[in-house]
């Protein structure tokens, strides 16, 4: 048991995780550069969000093109 009354080998906390958590803390507190995980989660959103909208582009565009050609086909007739 640590000096705190946490037995680690309880908690599974691996000496990687606790410096991610370190470091992480410090990034959050502007001690260390990087992004913060305020900043870090809004940049997965903002990624998340422009694949779905480069999704819904590409259909339109599909569609866009195929009532072009539906509009082509209908004027030879």
């Known amino acids: 048991m640590?000096?705190?009354g946490v037995d680690r080998r309880q908690d599974r906390c691996t000496a990687e995780t606790l410096r991610k958590?370190?470091?992480?803390?410090?990034r959050d507190s502007g001690l260390r550069a990087g992004l913060t995980s305020s900043d870090r989660d809004r940049l997965k959103a903002l990624e998340r969000e422009n694949r779905e909208l480069q999704r819904a582009n590409e259909i339109l565009r599909k569609a866009a093109a195929f009532f072009a050609q539906a509009e082509l086909d209908r004027r030879g007739k």
């Open 21 to 26: 958590w370190v470091r992480r803390a410090e």
């Open 2 to 4: 640590g000096g705190d």
